[in-house]
């Protein structure tokens, strides 16, 4: 039973490995004009959000061969919970760095999980050249793209509800 688990957790937590990663390069190479610049200069320029959806869309879709490629190796190489748990981990990837997508454009303070919203610093603060993380902000320290600038969240807390008053379609 621990070794299903384990494997379980291995397949999810390196399916949100490669996501934020294939998100970070995907993202940085829109900027450097080799892949779907022209969609991603039209992002910028509306500077909001499609809602979770439509986010998800585009992160799941692309995403299917991976799932399908990575889950395939894991249950061959390791077990069907390894391979399992690969193909959840993509979905909630997935769903995650929607939601991460959709709230930082329409409201930033609420993304708790990293000490500044990188995503909306890199539309808001025009920087074409860092902040390409959108869901975590590891690869732009690891890349060395990560720009620290002033944030200040509302003292404030925030209710609960607020984390669901998002454009959802």
């Known amino acids: 039973m621990l070794t299903i688990t384990l494997h379980l957790l291995l397949g999810l937590a390196t399916a949100f490995l490669v996501g934020t990663l294939v998100e970070y390069i995907v993202h940085r190479l829109m900027h450097a004009r080799i892949f779907l610049y022209k969609i991603h200069a039209q ?5 909001q959000g499609q809602g979770w959806l439509m986010e998800f869309k585009d992160y799941f879709l692309p995403s299917l061969p991976v799932l399908l490629i990575g889950a395939a190796l894991f249950w061959l190489l390791l077990s069907v919970a390894a391979g399992i748990g690969f193909a959840l981990g993509c979905l909630f990837y997935a769903a995650a760095a929607a939601y991460a997508h959709q709230v930082q454009h329409e409201n930033p303070d609420l993304c708790f ?34 720009k620290k600038v002033e944030w200040e969240r509302p003292e404030r807390k925030q209710p609960l509800s607020s984390y669901f008053k998002i454009k959802w379609f």
């Open 43 to 47: 992002h910028h320029q509306a500077n």
């Open 113 to 146: 999980w990293m000490p500044q919203p990188v995503h909306h610093l890199h539309h808001h603060g025009k920087m074409w050249h860092h902040n390409f993380g959108i869901l975590v902000d590891w690869w732009d320290r690891v890349f060395g793209t990560y």
